[in-house]
Nanobody, 121 residues
Framework: QVQLVESGGGLVQAGGSLRLSCAAS????????MGWYRQAPGKQRELVVV???????NYADSVKGRFTIFRDNANKMVYLQMNSLKPEDTAVYYC???????????????WGQGTQVTVSS
């Protein structure tokens, strides 16, 4: 069973910081992209940031300069450091990974269960 498990969400005041963690577990041959998406009530899930296996990042314009992604390939972990949080950052944050489970398989997208981030004003 391959799983992505997030942690670190919570309630924080505007201007504060949170650090989200995501651990990939199970039988995984290799990891391609990893990252974070978020979904606010009544809105579509949107990209926050992704990082490729080579370290290339793609941040949403709304979080550039405030959020930083860290990838720990050895431990199959990805982190999201969120600084200068704004109320509009309030959403359920989902860990994402594109995984190759076996040498001969096709890579697939996997999602965590989500962790709530609430930013109060």
């Amino acid at each position: 069973q391959v799983q992505l498990v997030e942690s670190g969400g919570g309630l924080v005041q505007a201007g504060g910081s949170l650090r989200l963690s995501c651990a990939a577990s199970g039988r995984i041959f290799s990891i391609n992209d990893m990252g974070w998406y978020r979904q606010a009530p009544g809105k579509q899930r949107e990209l926050v940031v992704v990082v490729s296996s080579g370290g290339r990042t793609n941040y949403a314009d709304s979080v550039k300069g405030r959020f930083t992604i860290f990838r720990d390939n050895a431990n199959k972990m990805v982190y999201l450091q969120m600084n200068s949080l704004k109320p509009e950052d309030t959403a359920v944050y989902y860990c994402y990974a594109n995984l190759l489970l076996t040498r001969l398989s096709v890579s697939s997208d996997y999602w965590g269960q989500g962790t709530q981030v609430t930013v109060s004003s």
